[in-house]
């Protein structure tokens, strides 16, 4: 069993760097990358829809609202979070340039084929016959070394940020963690390994920088398809272009709109099992603009990778019986290796009741 999350993607390679493209360049979408028209669910655009809710961390009612929006959503949007601003613009200066760089300069620290950090495709494309419109940079814990390949002589200012919005986002994630499990009566004493003090390190991330170059034919691609995260819950910033869209009610896409200072939480499939499906882990993903060039960054925030994981005893009596399998984030990031979106029924032990 993998001890690290570092170790999970050796058994299931991906190769995915062939055929690059100049995204900035191209007149019309190539066959490589044309995606025929997805007649999943329709867009918002058709009705008049609500969006998921935004919820002032400050409020004393923060608490039951974020419970209402896992329950109901699987995301919401938070103000008042405490990440600073500057580091917020910061961040995104850095991935900025990080994806400014020429392919080749990009290549150099381009994610191996059983790795997980560094550059290069979403891993899930291997999914689906068609190439996304995006590219994307994962970094775990420390950015040092990919970033000395990129820019050999000056990786400070890089690694800096990054690593201040690591340590920012990580007390964030713990924090909401808090508020979610809270809203279900949940306390650190019912989570036995949440405060587990012979490991500081405790919770385990991913951050991942995605850059959705603008697109000649934003109909015929698609930015990232859609999918749920493995994680215990997924912190969002978004720039000011839209892309992100989320399945509201298993019927219709709704996008979720870029508001300054704001930041999108996910549920990931990891705090759904948890929560013994109270909480919904939603499908999402990313469509891209004609003229505008997006940028999301995602921290994907799990349990220590080695923690069974399996729905708390507190939520479970005879009316709701466990509906999961206990499984490890690392052994759940297989699962997804192999099964993509199917992962989570792999685990489950009883059908839906409706
Ligand atoms: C820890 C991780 C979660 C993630 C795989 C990763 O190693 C880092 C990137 C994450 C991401 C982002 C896009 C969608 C996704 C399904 C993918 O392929 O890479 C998620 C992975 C996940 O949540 O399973
Ligand atoms: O770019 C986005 O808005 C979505 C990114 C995402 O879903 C992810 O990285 O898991
Ligand atoms: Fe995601």
Redesign the pocket.
């Known amino acids: 069993m993998p001890a690290s999350l570092s170790e999970v993607f050796t058994a299931h390679p991906v190769h995915l760097h062939d055929n690059h493209i100049d995204f900035e360049s191209v007149p019309e979408v190539p066959d490589s990358h044309a995606w025929p028209p997805v007649v999943d669910y329709p867009s918002e655009d058709l009705y008049d829809v609500e969006s998921v809710p935004i919820i002032d961390l400050m409020d004393p009612n923060a608490t039951k609202l974020v419970g209402n929006a896992c329950e109901t959503w699987g995301m919401f949007q938070v103000t008042n979070h405490g990440i600073p601003t500057n580091l917020l613009e910061d961040v995104e200066t850095e991935a900025r340039r990080l994806f400014q760089l020429p392919a080749q300069q990009k290549l150099k620290a381009a994610r191996p084929s059983n790795g997980i950090s560094g550059y290069g495709r979403a891993r899930i494309n291997s999914f689906f016959p068609k190439l996304m419109w995006s590219e994307g940079f994962t970094i775990v814990g420390s950015p040092v070394e990919h970033a000395r390949q990129l820019w050999p002589h000056e990786y400070n200012k890089f690694c800096d940020v990054i690593e201040e919005y690591e340590k920012e986002m990580k007390n964030l994630s713990s924090r909401l963690m808090w508020i979610m499990l809270g809203s279900l009566g949940i306390t650190k004493e019912d989570l036995s390994w949440a405060g587990l003090k012979s490991r500081p390190e405790g919770a385990c991330a991913a951050l ?1 920088l ?1 850059s ?1 170059p603008p697109c000649p034919e934003p109909n015929r691609a698609m ?2 398809a859609a ?1 749920t ?1 493995s994680t215990l819950l ?1 912190v ?1 910033y ?1 720039n000011s272009t839209t ?2 869209q989320v399945l509201r009610d298993g019927v219709q896409w709704v996008t979720v709109p870029p508001r300054t200072g704001t930041l999108v939480v996910n549920v990931g499939d990891l705090l759904h099992i948890l929560s013994n499906s109270r909480f919904l882990s939603v499908l ?1 993903r ?1 469509v891209v603009h004609h003229t505008r060039h ?1 940028l ?1 960054l ?1 921290y ?1 925030y799990g349990p220590p990778p080695d923690i069974q994981i399996s729905p708390l005893s507190k939520l479970l009596d005879p009316k709701h019986p466990p509906l999961y399998h206990p499984v490890t984030w690392s052994e759940y990031l297989e699962r997804k290796a192999k099964h993509f979106n199917k992962a989570l029924s792999t685990v489950r032990l009883c059908e839906p009741q409706n």
């Open positions: 991942q995605n959705y930015g990232l999918h995260d997924t969002l978004q892309g992100l999402h990313a997006r999301s995602a994907h």
